[in-house]
Nanobody
Framework: QVQLVDSGGGLVQPGGSLRLSCAAS???????????IDWYRQAPGKQRELVAG??????????NYADSVKGRFTISRDNAKNTMYLQMNSLKPEDTAVYSC????????????WGQGTQVTVSS
């Protein structure tokens, strides 16, 4: 059973930085290469939105970002550790949300997993 455990959230002042981590267990490194990875966020009263995504490593690992975070957030993965990251810089109050990692197999789109979510609060 694959599990994603995300961590790294917290309270930060505007302009600050945080790095979120998401560790995948129950999947081998060779299999994890076939997963698309994403970070989503959901603020109170708002719909969940895709923040950043990375194609599977076997597909080139290209990245994409929501316009609201381009130039400030960076998604990355360490396949040796089965871990994905979201580096968030120049944080703004509007970045406050619960952030969740997501992984989906390109071999079977029905196979997808979610982290439990980690709260990020940007406030002075």
């Amino acid at each position: 059973q694959v599990q994603l455990v995300d961590s790294g959230g917290g309270l930060v002042q505007p302009g600050g930085s945080l790095r979120l981590s998401c560790a995948a267990s129950g999947v081998s490194g060779s299999a994890f290469k076939f997963y698309v990875i994403d970070w989503y966020r959901q603020a109170p009263g708002k719909q969940r939105e895709l923040v950043a995504g990375m194609a599977s490593l076997v597909s080139g690992g290209t990245t994409n970002y929501a316009d609201s975070v381009k130039g400030r957030f960076t998604i990355s993965r360490d396949n040796a550790k089965n871990t994905m990251y979201l580096q968030m810089n120049s944080l703004k109050p509007e970045d406050t949300a619960v952030y969740s990692c997501h992984a989906q197999s390109i071999l079977n789109r029905a196979v997808e997993y979610w982290g439990q979510g980690t709260q990020v609060t940007v406030s002075s």
